[in-house]
């Protein structure tokens, strides 16, 4: 897993930051101070998804939610929780968070999904221990979708699994193709 860190310092909201990417998708873990009075951290994991990767279009809606309306405030939200049951995808209890980046729809060009240690009866988290339920989130999420198309690091178009020249690790990297940078 590749993987770096970087450490945000603000007295009032000190927060670590670790990310990386494991099998082609983007993740980044976060431990911060949530109660300063009594030093309590929280953790949360996110990865980032890109909804043209996915082929099967069911599968793509259901990674695409649309904002409901709030039963409290005047404000619309994001059901994260409808990826869990609405997906195979395991995360740390179920997924709490759910952010569109880029521009506002149509044009989606990424999902940033996650989840947090908040949960009753959370044993407090170290990181070794959030970066095993990254790895089996990933996992679960590539067992779930038909196909993710993966993204060439030469020219950037997306390919089909199983057709490009793989890496040391033998991960898909590069599509193969004319462009010198493909093959």
């Known amino acids: 897993m590749e993987m770096k860190d970087t450490l945000k310092v603000d007295p009032d909201k000190p927060k670590k ?12 873990i976060t431990k911060w ?3 300063l009075e009594r030093l309590e951290w929280m953790w949360n994991y996110y990865i ?12 793509r ?9 709030s039963n409290f405030t005047d404000k619309r939200y994001y059901s994260a929780g409808d990826i869990s049951f609405d997906t195979d995808i ?15 729809k149509p044009d989606i060009k990424m999902v940033r999904i996650g989840c947090d240690y908040g ?16 790895q089996i989130t990933i996992d679960s999420f590539y ?28 991960w898909e990297t590069k599509c193969g193709g004319e462009d010198e940078f493909c093959n």
């Open 17 to 28: 930051t670790w990310g990386g990417r494991y099998k082609g998708i983007t993740y980044q």
């Open 33 to 35: 101070h949530f109660n």
């Open 48 to 59: 980032t998804l890109n909804p043209k990767r996915i082929t099967n279009e069911e599968q």
């Open 61 to 69: 809606e259901k990674i695409l939610l649309e904002r409901s309306e």
């Open 90 to 104: 395991k995360f740390h209890g179920e997924c709490t968070y759910y952010e569109r980046l880029g521009s506002p």
């Open 119 to 134: 949960h009753h009866k959370d044993i407090k988290p170290y990181l070794n221990r959030v970066l095993s339920d990254v």
């Open 143 to 170: 067992d779930w979708i038909d196909i993710y198309l993966r993204r060439c690091r030469g020219c950037g178009t997306y390919f089909k699994p199983g057709t490009g020249i793989e890496n040391e690790r033998g």
